[in-house]
């Protein structure tokens, strides 16, 4: 039995861990937490999230009363979260998107005294696509542009998705090129002619779409495209259940999802 908490409990991704966690027989949820001003401090999580009373009421502190914590929040929650588990030794799985350069450089030195996996997407699929992007875009070399289309709901608040600027960082560690410097974020007026270099990047935001990502490599007279569609957010609520099973008893150190699905050679 491995025990876990949820951070940004009452949001729609952490009440689908709440449903799908409760559901585990070799899980238990031990702890829900929220921002400090959220209206439901207080009240029973599993009540917020329409499954009915879990025992487990929703706060704003973090204790030491679980083996990892999954957290789906935003960067300065994620922050504060990443802090108590190591000052609590608690274990941690996040999927937060947009965490800023210093976030992730705190990431890595707390991955010193607890184990930690942090992925822009928790999906299965995504993951093998994080392998194959970049394994395809060398076989096809200079000839091809590189394009990547994303899609997400009208809520989501970071742009493009960290999901496809990993896919661009894939890519361009496989070409050779550098994704800060190559990378081109949606086009307007007159731009001038497509460089080879270049990785474009382009974000849709629209109604309740969970997840689209499509990668085009496009030469003159053919085009590929490689793509990824999440159908429900149970898709990224599995995963990072996968991840916090895996997490549960490992050792101090920064984990991926490759070492969950075991894609490490």
């Known amino acids: 039995m491995t025990t876990i908490g949820v ?4 949001g729609r991704m952490g009440m689908r861990i709440l449903t799908l966690a409760n559901e585990d027989p070799d899980l238990q949820v031990t702890a829900a937490i929220e921002r ?5 401090l207080g009240k029973d999580a599993g009540e917020i999230a ?23 929040s935003s960067p300065q929650s994620t922050l504060a979260r990443l ?9 941690m ?14 990431i890595k030195d707390a991955a010193k005294s607890v184990a930690l996996l942090a992925s822009p997407n928790m999906s299965v699929g995504v ?23 994303e899609a997400h709901h009208r809520f989501k608040k970071d742009a493009p998705s960290g999901t496809a600027l990993r896919l ?34 382009h974000a849709i935001r629209g109604g309740d779409i969970v997840g689209e990502h499509t990668v085009y490599y496009a030469a003159l007279g053919e085009r590929i495209e490689v793509r990824h569609v999440a159908q429900s957010r149970d898709t990224f609520v599995r995963g990072a259940i996968r991840a916090a099973k895996f997490l549960a008893h490992k050792k101090p150190g920064l984990y991926t999802m490759d070492d969950v699905l075991g894609l490490k050679s």
Not at 7 to 10: E, K, L, P, R, Y
Not at 51 to 69: A, R
Not at 84 to 90: F, H, L, P, Q, W
């Open 7 to 10: 951070s940004g409990a009452a």
């Open 127 to 149: 993951n093998l696509l994080f392998n194959l992007v970049g394994e395809v875009a060398a076989a096809l070399g200079e000839d091809f542009d590189v394009e990547i289309v």
């Open 93 to 106: 799985v996040t999927g937060t998107t947009g965490l800023t350069d210093e976030i992730n450089t705190e």
């Open 50 to 72: 329409g499954i009915g009373p879990i025992g487990v009421l929703l706060s704003e502190k973090q204790s030491s009363n679980m083996e990892v914590l999954i957290d789906f």
């Open 168 to 201: 661009g960082e894939c890519i361009a560690e496989a070409l050779g090129r550098d994704l800060s410097k190559d990378g081109v974020h949606g086009r307007f007026g007159q731009v001038g002619e497509r460089t080879t270099n270049e990785i474009g990047m």
């Open 36 to 40: 400090p001003e959220h209206p439901d």
């Open 83 to 91: 802090r108590s588990s190591v000052k609590n030794g608690t274990n």
